[in-house]
């Protein structure tokens, strides 16, 4: 790992960010997300946000129609 990814991990793990079950699982990606290529990754970002977007919609219609 990078000198400067160390230290940023680090600095999380204080921040407490170690015991995030969100931010755990985003961190358990990046590695994956580094080898994709930068056209692809702004794909994955745009799939990603997209799917993200249909469920807060989909939590917010829930509670509209409860």
Do not use: C
Not at 3 to 13: C, G, H, N, S, V
Not at 29 to 49: A, D, G, M, N
């Amino acid at each position: 790992m990078p000198r400067l990814e160390k230290r940023k991990l680090e600095w999380f793990i204080k921040q407490g960010g170690g015991n995030d079950e969100d931010l755990n699982f985003f961190w358990s990606l990046v590695l994956y997300v580094k080898q994709i290529p930068p056209t692809k990754k702004l794909f994955l970002r745009s799939q990603f946000q997209n799917v993200l977007a249909d469920e807060i919609s989909a939590l917010q219609n829930n509670l509209l129609h409860a």
